[in-house]
């Protein structure tokens, strides 16, 4: 029974973080006890960052036989960025650049904040696209650099923070319909942030960059999360998306800075 509660709670936020179709699994919803499920799907919220981060490392080692050490950054760069816009949606992508656009224009602080579409599709000026290519060109050059420098263990430090933020962010009730993105418990809360902070200190690899970014990260989460619950009483998804996509690329420049370094 407890692997049922783990594939319902897996799928539940696959479907929170990520575009792509989540794995169909064989449930008896009608036996699973809904407080349990809720309290499992806090903790997969790190747990699917690990997977993201696994999957770059992987990634990293099936590209390792190509010949030519740039050919194999170069492929490894583009492919992690192309791979994490996909699975995404380039939700996080499209909030930002959105957001940007829109305060170029002179728009409301709040219509820049609430008004920015997450759909990539949508249209942009050039002021989107031009940030949209220099974005993603930073987060592929950080990919990179990662890669060449070995330390591919920091795409786990990466998803497992962002993810973690995001988190605690969709404990907020949303603007559209007033409910919680997930049902948080306040006690459960550091219990997740602890166990993220393990697995990024066990399994990313570099203590001292590790700790700048979950301070940097546990901050960020509770800044922007009392801002939008004192503020404006709620937050959106497309919020969520775009702090978590912040979160990555900070993270994303201060491990290869300190790779490079």
Same mark, same amino acid.
């Given at each position: ?13 696959? #479907? ?34 690990? +997977? ?22 170069? +492929? ?6 192309? %791979? !994490?816009?996909?699975? *995404? ?12 656009? +829109?305060?170029? $224009? ?31 060109? !930073? ?5 990179? +650099? ?10 786990? /430090? ?9 988190? $605690?962010?969709? #404990? ?9 993105? !997930?049902? *948080? ?5 550091? %219990? ?5 902070? %393990? %697995?990024?200190?066990?399994? #990313?690899?570099? /203590? ?6 979950? !301070?940097?990260?546990?901050? /960020? ?8 619950? $004192? ?9 969520? *998306? ?20």
């Amino acid at each position: 029974m407890f692997i049922q509660y783990l594939m319902k709670a897996f799928s539940l936020t696959w #479907g929170l973080l990520w575009e792509v179709p989540a794995p169909q699994f064989k449930l008896h919803e009608s036996k699973l006890d809904h407080v349990i499920v809720n309290r499992l799907v806090l903790i997969m919220f790190p747990i699917l960052g690990l +997977l993201a981060g696994t999957v770059l490392i992987l990634l990293g080692h099936l590209v390792a036989p190509i010949p030519g050490r740039y050919a194999e950054t170069v +492929l490894f760069a583009a492919f992690a960025m192309i %791979l !994490v816009e996909v699975f *995404s949606g380039a939700r996080g992508l499209s909030y930002i650049s959105s957001c940007l656009e +829109l305060y170029t $224009q002179k728009n409301e602080t709040a219509k820049c904040i609430f008004g920015a579409s997450t759909d990539i599709h949508s249209e942009r000026g050039p002021v989107g696209l031009v940030f949209i290519f220099i974005l993603l060109l !930073v987060r592929a050059v950080c990919f990179g +650099l990662i890669l060449r420098g070995g330390g591919s263990s920091w795409f786990i /430090v990466v998803f497992v923070l962002s993810y973690t933020v995001q988190f $605690q962010l969709a #404990g907020l009730n949303s603007l559209v319909d007033n409910e919680p993105f !997930v049902k *948080s418990d306040p006690n459960m809360e550091w %219990l997740v942030w602890l166990f993220a902070v %393990l %697995l990024v200190l066990w399994l #990313g690899g570099y /203590v001292v960059p590790a700790l700048v970014a979950v !301070v940097i990260s546990v901050i /960020v989460a509770a800044g922007v999360k009392r801002l939008m619950d $004192q503020v404006f009483e709620g937050t959106t998804a497309g919020i969520i *998306s775009g702090i978590g996509y912040i979160i990555e690329t900070l993270i994303l420049i201060i491990g290869a800075a300190a790779l490079e370094g």
